[in-house]
């Protein structure tokens, strides 16, 4: 499959993990927001009929910046031993019928992007106003945010080492 490419191969030390060593990884969530559903990228982005209130949620994911607790942004069953995360950056944009969420954090829980995710798409309906993202965090309870949504939508974009 031709589908992922080999750019760069750099020698590493004895005793380097490509999972903990990582200092940052840059997710994308992408969503179709057409009128009809797609067809083209029906495999690799979710299907919200209607529009988006994008600058809501761009105002909304500016609250998940910086170090906090993510346990409202975790699955209920998560076994880590932390769900301190940081956030460096979370931005929402679109072009054309494709609007795009991207987190980039130094770690992320299990399902954490999807359930931003879905917390920035009811921001985006009006759901929420952007302020409540604040709330959620600071509630550290699951039920608070918004669904996981459907992990066809999810990209793992770019990892960074030292």
């Known amino acids: 499959n ?8 750099e020698p590493k030390q004895k005793g380097f993990s490509a999972r903990f060593d990582a200092q940052a990884r ?3 969530y992408h969503l179709c927001v057409d009128s009809t559903a797609p067809i083209f990228m029906k495999d690799f982005s979710w299907f919200v009929p ?7 949620m761009e105002a909304g994911a500016q ?3 910086g170090e906090h607790d993510f ?3 975790c699955a209920v069953n998560a076994q880590v031993k932390t769900t301190v995360r940081t956030i460096y950056a ?25 359930i931003i995710s879905g917390t920035l798409i009811k921001v985006g309906l009006g759901v929420y106003p952007p302020e409540h993202v ?16 459907p ?7 770019k990892i960074e080492y030292l």
């Not at 054309?96 to 999807?114: A, E």
């Not at 965090?137 to 996981?148: I, P």
């Not at 992990?151 to 974009?157: P, Y």
């Open 50 to 56: 209607g529009g988006l209130d994008v600058s809501a």
């Open 26 to 28: 840059e997710y994308h």
């Open 63 to 65: 609250y998940l910046l």
């Open 151 to 157: 992990a066809k939508g999810l990209f793992l974009k």
């Open 90 to 114: 979370c931005s929402v944009t679109k072009a054309d019928d494709i609007i795009t969420i991207r987190v980039t954090g130094n770690g992320f829980l299990y399902n954490m992007v999807r």
């Open 134 to 149: 604040k709330q959620i965090l600071e509630a550290c309870d699951r039920s608070q945010a918004g669904e996981t949504v």
């Open 71 to 73: 346990k409202s942004f």
């Open 2 to 9: 031709d589908a992922i490419t080999v750019r760069e191969v």
